[in-house]
């Protein structure tokens, strides 16, 4: 039991704060206003791999073109794979590839949302994605990059992949 | 219990914790390039979301410093060094709770600069040395020190438990299709383990089960018997070193059996009763 006035209010405080953990798990729409303000993470949410869990492997492609006018042909942004059983004791990659999974899955979500193109263009997540493509295997003829995702299923990738999201051509110099 | 007791928890607590952090650390400078003007988290871009570019140049100066790559690196070291510092300390004297800020900030720091990639094992880290920030400090006291890690455990138990509910509101889950499908790609699968799922349908379902019957029981461990407590948390043990080894999601291993001290403290605090 709490002794100290130091205590009480240590005590009020962690209290609220796994009330307010609690909260979160459900999102309910009222809550926004407060996780806008989350910044630095303190309010957690448990809902790993669930309810639908992600089950594809994202890819992304690019071609530049140049000032004739002429394209490239699509070649794949080199994603860094997982290194077998390394990982379960060293893994830095991990941070990328959930990186560009966050992005991607923010873009699917605008996508789903049906919001407007120019909205679509100036997203965080297309820009996020955007900067990643365009600082990769710099070409200096290019005059602008479109980069594409492609969502594979499998490890055997037996299933034709699936095309997501195509951008618009940007300067990339 | 006796405050030399609660401070062997944090103790226990504390230093698997910053096992798992020293390689997290690690792992973020082998990517430090990542922080680059043109890497994947490019401040220019990273603030854009942040809204410091909107800021008055007075402000967004300092925090563009602040965003370097270099001040990556710097807050890395300072991260490793607290990490040491904090494994040959004791909680509770200075030096341990100063290190236990020094963590606590530089988790703050990477949340905020990465703003994408963090998963459930940076908010059980930020939990843990947040908790160990407010409650560690010198002269402080038993009720302090037992909120603390009635704090962490029942974060625990939620994470578990809503974790659990959310697996049992998917029809992938119920039906047993989702760890398989989870498994078959190369963000989170290995080749072996998939090959023998595909032939047993039925053993994707009992693991599936498996995983959100163990999630939605966990919190019954505080008021299980001493041996069920145990199996409890065995298993959690287990789940987490296989994620670690089929997923790679290494860093979970030692966030969440950082917790672990915490639940068993709880649990003697309720059979004490």
């Known amino acids: 039991m709490p002794t100290t006035f130091n205590d009480f209010v240590i005590g009020i405080l962690l209290s609220v704060w796994f009330v307010l953990s609690i909260v979160n798990q459900f999102s309910p729409r009222w809550f926004t206003f407060i996780q806008q303000f989350d910044r630095l993470g303190l309010l957690p949410i448990w809902t790993f791999f669930a309810p639908n869990p992600g089950q594809t492997d994202y890819h992304m492609i690019y071609r530049n073109m140049y000032a004739d006018g002429s394209c490239s042909e699509w070649a794949e942004v080199e994603i860094p794979t997982r290194n077998g059983l390394v990982a379960s004791v060293w893994n830095p990659d991990k941070r990328i590839l959930k990186a560009i999974s966050d992005a991607v899955s923010g873009l699917i979500q605008l996508m789903t949302e049906k919001r407007e193109r120019s909205e679509f263009l100036l997203s965080f997540s297309y820009l996020f994605l955007l900067n990643f493509v365009s600082a990769v295997n710099k070409d200096s003829d290019a005059a602008s990059r479109q980069f594409a995702i492609v969502e594979t299923r499998g490890l055997n990738r037996t299933e034709t992949p699936s095309l997501l999201f195509v951008s618009e051509f940007h300067a990339i110099h | 219990m006796a405050t030399a007791e609660l401070v062997q928890m944090y103790r226990l607590i504390i230093d698997i914790a910053a096992v798992g952090l020293v390689i997290d650390t690690f792992e973020t400078l082998s990517i430090l390039k990542a922080f680059n003007r043109d890497g994947l988290f490019s401040w220019q871009v990273v603030s854009l979301r942040i809204g410091a570019i909107s800021l008055a140049r007075t402000i967004s100066r300092p925090l563009d410093v602040l965003a370097a790559p270099g001040t990556v690196r710097a807050i890395c070291f300072a991260r490793l060094v607290a990490l040491g510092l904090i494994l040959l300390s004791s909680p509770t004297t200075w030096l341990s ?170 649990w003697r605090i309720i059979h004490a009763q």
Not at chain 2, 104 to 110: A, H, V
Not at chain 2, 197 to 212: D, E, M, Y
Request: glycine share 8%.
């Open chain 2, 97 to 266: 709770y100063l290190c236990a800020l020094v963590i606590c900030f530089s988790l703050f720091f990477s949340t905020w600069r990465r703003l994408l990639g963090d998963d459930g094992s940076d908010q059980m880290n930020v939990l843990i040395f947040a908790t160990a920030s407010i409650c560690t400090w010198p002269g402080t006291t038993g009720s302090v020190l037992e909120m603390g890690l009635w704090f962490i455990a029942l974060q625990c138990c939620l994470s578990y438990f809503a974790a659990g509910i959310a697996k049992l509101l998917g029809s992938q889950w119920r039906s047993g299709a989702a760890l398989p499908a989870i498994w078959d790609n190369y963000s989170y699968g290995i080749e072996a383990v998939v090959t023998v799922l595909k032939r047993s349908k039925l053993l994707g379902f009992v693991l599936c089960w498996s995983v959100i019957l163990f999630e939605i029981l966990f919190p019954l461990c505080l008021f299980s018997g001493f041996r069920v407590c145990l199996a409890f948390l065995f298993t959690g043990a287990v789940f987490h070193l296989s994620c670690a080894v089929i997923m790679g999601l290494n860093s979970f291993l030692w966030a969440f059996l950082a917790t672990y001290p915490a639940v068993f403290f709880v």
